[in-house]
């Protein structure tokens, strides 16, 4: 397919990366004219004594700053609001949000809470997601530091939420000012947690390629991602102590949110979030289990990509027919599953797919983020839809 629109590209903010890069947190805040900091972070990474570095270097540099432990799973309204009190009481003027994604997000949402209303903001995000409206007043600066491969966070323009205004998991454009990326704070990460992370990379990569904003540029990252996230993530699981595997996925983490920055998610992840917010589900658990499924939907879209996306995982794709590729990726994607031993949403969930499947479609038919898919023709196929949502489920009785 011959691309006819003309794309920019662009590095949303920059990114300091390498060991021991937390320390020069305070260099960075001060660069960014910083006087006051909010440091959102939850009590396990608390704990864990990352915040503690960054309050040491704020301070080293004059910063004052609050560190705020309440970020809650998967971004929560609540929690969302107290923080944006917390900043506005502080009179924080930037937030660093350290942890996995809910911590950055929550640090790039109270960075838009803390200055205009959230009684406007939250039930119109849709207005600001696809550029019709900008907020009112400035957002607070924003730095985020991952302790997890995944979200790519640190490199994307929006932040997951839980919106209970308007009752669904929604995408709020948030930018931040700065990255920081230490591979040394994923050390030692539950392979649990690890996998599902490395997984929301890889389909953050593979729907950015099958995206209407698509570029090379944006290409470019997306495939190495999916080549660096196939090769390391199975040893950071089976070896978490290896810091060369970790510093690999933080690369490809970064790299899949700067493509996808660039084009956006769309289906696969209009799915996931939709199952995520309805069954409670891990925001990486959810778009690793659809991965599969989706490419196999795309293939008849795209089966050149998902060939490329093949040979990106390894796979030699040369005599696989355009109408076997999608089956034959899918089927790799839940090979790599299983080798992460990734459990299978009926028994995390508790839920069948059968009293599940009418809920999650609905909500995926009117999910603005699902447009985005490039073949989109303005109406969906609700049984394509259903079949996608089933193997989310039972990708792991699947044939392989």
Not at 145 to 166: K, L, M, R, Y
Not at 188 to 215: I, K, Q, Y
Not at 218 to 246: M, N, Q, V
Request: with cysteine.
């Amino acid at each position: 397919m011959v691309k006819t629109v003309c794309n920019n590209y662009r590095q949303l903010a920059p990114v300091l990366f390498g060991k021991g890069a937390i320390n020069q947190t305070g260099d960075i805040a001060a660069q960014l004219g910083c006087k006051k900091a909010m440091v959102v972070t939850d009590e396990g990474i608390n704990s864990l004594g990352f915040p503690a570095k960054i309050e040491a270097s704020l301070k080293e540099k004059g910063i004052d700053c609050v560190v705020w432990a309440n970020a809650g799973g998967e971004c929560p309204t609540p929690n969302l609001l107290e923080g944006a009190k917390v900043a506005r009481e502080f009179g924080a003027d930037c937030t660093i949000g350290i942890g996995g994604g809910s911590c950055m997000d929550a640090a790039k949402v109270i960075s838009v809470l803390a200055n205009n209303d959230p009684d406007y903001v939250l039930p119109n995000f849709y207005k600001f997601l696809s550029f019709q409206e900008d907020y009112a007043n400035p957002l607070l600066k924003t730095i985020c530091i991952p302790t997890t491969a995944g979200t790519g966070s640190e490199s994307t323009f929006v932040a997951v939420i839980n919106n209970d205004a308007t009752g669904t998991k929604v995408g709020l454009p948030s930018p931040p000012a700065y990255g920081i990326i230490d591979p040394e704070l994923a050390v030692g990460s539950p392979a649990r947690m690890t996998a599902w992370c490395g997984l929301d990379a890889f389909a953050h990569a593979v729907e950015s390629l099958c995206n209407t904003n698509d570029s090379h540029h944006s290409d470019l990252f997306a495939y190495e991602a999916i080549r660096l996230i196939t090769k390391w993530l199975p040893i950071a699981c089976a070896h978490p102590k290896d810091y060369e595997a970790r510093e690999q996925l933080a690369w490809a983490a970064n790299m899949a949110g700067m493509s996808f920055s660039e084009t956006n998610c769309n289906m696969g992840h209009a799915v996931a979030q939709a199952a995520g917010h309805l069954y409670h589900i891990p925001h990486g658990l959810a778009c690793g289990s659809v991965c599969g499924g989706y490419m196999e939907y795309a293939a008849k879209d795209f089966p050149g990509i998902i060939r490329k996306i093949g040979v990106a995982m390894g796979l030699d794709c040369i005599d696989i027919s355009d109408a076997e590729i999608g089956v034959y990726v899918g089927r790799a994607h839940r090979r790599l599953m299983k080798q992460l031993n990734v459990i299978n949403l009926t028994e995390f969930t508790g839920v069948k797919i059968e009293d599940a499947l009418k809920d999650i479609v609905d909500e995926v038919m009117v999910e603005p983020l699902a447009t985005f898919y490039r073949a989109f023709t303005g109406e969906w196929d609700r049984a394509e839809l259903e079949a996608v949502a089933t193997k989310m489920w039972t990708w792991q009785d699947l044939d392989d």
